[in-house]
């Protein structure tokens, strides 16, 4: 509809039309397909704009003045209302003109002013190299109050598309780029399949000029494939009539870009259009799928072709059954089944449901759900770059329908894993998840969901015990990260806040701050580490043992739980000598086997890969580049100061909680501990206690008591 209008205009040679012949079209038009137009509110924002932009003009030659009327005729061919057709011709006057926004408000209303705001760029000279992010995330905040907001910025991106060829070669390039990048996505999320194709076909016309030549040469020369349909159409109206579908036949060729995406998908070199054929059935739902059967009892279908897009709908709204059929000569057909009104939607998406509500007001809520994940979590990514990146790989994904326990639909990018969908219901679900079962099998966390999978979240009870640095790996979506990042984020605060009380704040042993540093890698220096309690490398202490002799005690120690194989770091104190009058020699490892246990002591020595992937999870630390030694994080946070002879408790089972590290497989005992003491979790518990903020000897009571439960 679009391109066929826009073919027989530039073959008359526009450039001679005058103004008012254009300016008729466009009311003709909205007339035509607007019930109600308001011409004169049309009128009065063209006479606005032609004085605006009077004296200004485009690469073409052409006066400025018509752009503003093309981009207002397209939206007025889509069926837009009055507002929206103004706004058109209003959208680049504030940009480029004179004109501002608080006058354009006071002449046309806030309504209006919205729409022209939204899909105004920003100032380049203030923000400099983020001027782009920032327009795109204005404009899609701007969505959110009004959809009819991209709608604008996708006829504009269209019209300068059709013109594109008056810019230099590298403008060319680098708009379609960004057309391909973000706005032909968006188009396909909004279900603006019209302005869609003709965009794709724009982008691969400019940047692969040659091969959309060859495309659109074999697609010129279609007498093959127009016979198949004449052959195919006949028998299958019969047989239609048979099964009582009243049903159109839409013959359906594919346009340049979607021959060259199938070849892309074959590694074909040769473009190649089967016969595809729109069925549009006069009635209800069910009929579709009679109209299926008919076809299928024609023509042997491809079971792995067919999609169900009707009792599933997509995530643009669009609803069709699709099937593909061995026809005459067992050439493949493709169909494409649906009612009047899902072809209505299948062509204009979201603009067809703004037509059929009368409104727009809060649309976006109801019928587009990605809409509001993207509006979520922008609002907490500042910097514009990581906007930009995280916006085109967020509409650059397809979306699924996955389901919860309790039924409800969640939509979310393919690819997705139990962690995104956790936090697609927001960041207090995500810090709460635990496990996940799919279609009743407990599966890792970061397996893969698929289409119409039954997820069922598995929460932990109360406060939440926050993510594991490894959740960043296997995200996908932009929220997901967001608030993954935001909770260690706020960790990292809290622990430097606190740290200004207690300590000088090494970030190079902060357990919250994050690089990409390898766990083997973070091990590297404690070889030079003495090991200061080497009994505990091998299981419970005993009375003799080197933390009870430096506790000054013999303590009982038989409720303690069996000691991990990570001894406990000596205190600053000890730390890289041994205790006087003792052998060094006695502070290694007592065998081999406690060597592969725990880390070795050996000068030199590195932690083998494969023990630690399989021993731990822990997360990881920034290490300075310039540091000479490394440690995990948890090795500097300083043992309680105690009165030794009156909290000989707390003493041991605080080296037993330093020797078991942070992360380590054995952390789940802890975790439960903690809890068992109202802690969110193992750090709060860790902090608490070097730091005293609770009574020593309470949790040293509470903490002696309660670990062998676990």
């Known amino acids: 509809m679009l391109r066929a209008w826009w073919t027989a205009r530039t073959a008359k040679n526009d450039d001679r039309w005058d103004l008012a012949g254009r300016v008729a079209e466009l009311e003709s038009a909205h007339r035509a397909n607007y019930p109600q137009p308001d011409i004169l509110l049309v009128r009065r924002a063209y006479r606005i704009a032609e004085q605006m932009h009077r004296g200004q003009g485009r690469k073409s030659g052409e006066p400025y003045i018509t752009h503003p009327i093309e981009v207002a005729t397209i939206l007025a061919r889509l069926g837009l209302d009055s507002p929206t057709v103004a706004a058109a011709l209003l959208h680049d006057t504030v940009e480029d003109t004179s004109y501002t926004l608080e006058r354009l408000r006071a002449d046309f209303g806030s309504e209006i002013s919205v729409m022209v705001d939204g899909v105004t760029k920003l100032d380049k000279i203030h923000l400099g190299d983020a001027a782009e992010a920032e327009t795109w995330r204005k404009l899609l905040v701007a969505a959110g109050q009004d959809i009819r907001v991209p709608i604008i910025k996708l006829a504009d991106r269209l019209h300068n598309m059709r013109t594109l060829k008056f810019k230099s070669r590298p403008s060319q390039i680098r708009i379609a780029n960004a057309t391909k990048e973000v706005l032909i996505p968006l188009a396909d999320r909004l279900g603006l399949y019209i302005i869609k194709r003709e965009l794709e076909d724009l982008v691969l016309q400019t940047l692969e000029p040659e091969l959309y030549g060859e495309i659109t040469e074999y697609l010129a020369d279609s007498s093959e494939r127009n016979r198949q349909v004449s052959e195919l159409i006949p028998r299958l109206r019969r047989t239609l009539r048979r099964f009582k579908v009243n049903a159109k036949l839409l013959d359906r060729p594919r346009h340049p870009y979607s021959v060259y995406r199938e070849m892309e998908k074959s590694g074909s070199r040769k473009p190649h259009d089967p016969p595809r054929v729109v069925v549009v059935v006069n009635g209800k739902t069910t009929d579709c799928y009679a109209a299926m059967g008919a ?52 062509e204009l998406g979201i603009v067809a449901q703004i037509r059929s509500h009368n409104g727009t007001e809060r649309l976006w809520e109801q019928q587009l759900p990605w809409l509001r994940r993207l509006l979520e979590w922008q609002r907490g990514v500042v910097d514009s770059d990581v906007f930009l990146d995280s916006l085109r790989s967020d509409l650059a994904d397809q979306e699924m329908l996955v389901f919860s326990r309790e039924g409800k639909q969640v939509l979310i990018p393919k690819g997705s894993t139990p962690i995104d969908m956790a936090y697609a219901g927001g960041p207090e679900q995500g810090h709460r998840l635990v496990a996940a079962y799919v279609n009743g099998s407990l599966v890792c966390l970061t397996q893969t969901l698929h289409d119409g999978d039954l997820v069922d979240l598995v929460l932990s009870n109360g406060r939440a015990h926050g993510p594991s640095q490894e959740w960043l790996l296997s995200a996908k979506t932009p929220a997901a990260h967001l608030h993954i990042n935001e909770w260690f984020d706020r960790q990292h605060r809290l622990r430097l806040e606190e740290s200004e009380l207690f300590g000088e704040y090494d970030p190079d042993l902060d357990p919250f701050a994050v690089d990409e540093e390898t766990p083997p890698a973070l091990l590297e220096g404690w070889d030079d580490i003495p090991t200061r309690v080497p009994e505990q490398a091998k299981g419970p202490l005993e009375p003799s043992s080197e933390g009870n002799r430096q506790a000054g005690t013999s303590a009982d120690t038989s409720e303690l739980p069996a000691a991990p194989s990570l001894a406990a770091p000596p205190s600053d104190n000890d730390r890289g000598a041994a205790p006087s009058g003792e052998n060094p020699e006695s502070h290694a490892p007592h065998s081999a086997n406690d060597s592969k246990q725990g880390l070795s002591t050996q000068p030199g020595s590195a932690p083998d890969s494969a023990v630690w992937t399989s021993k731990t999870n822990r997360r990881k630390s920034r290490v300075s580049p310039s540091s000479a030694t490394r440690r995990p994080a948890f090795v500097d946070i300083p043992a309680p100061r105690l009165e030794e002879e009156k909290h000989e408790g707390k003493a041991l089972l605080w080296h037993e909680i330093m020797a078991r590290g942070r992360g380590l497989a054995t952390e789940r005992p802890l975790a439960g501990v903690a809890a068992s003491l109202g802690y969110p979790d193992v750090d709060a518990l860790y902090l608490a206690m070097a730091r005293l903020q609770e009574d020593p000897e309470k949790i040293a009571t509470q903490l002696i008591t309660t670990v062998d439960r676990y």
């Open 295 to 346: 076809i299928h009892s024609l023509w042997q279908p491809k079971d792995s072709k067919f999609r169900d897009f009707v009792a599933a709908k997509k995530f643009n709204l669009y609803q069709s059954l699709h099937t593909t059929v061995m026809g005459p000569r067992d050439a493949p057909i493709d169909f494409l089944i649906r009612t009047d009104e899902m072809h209505r939607l299948a």
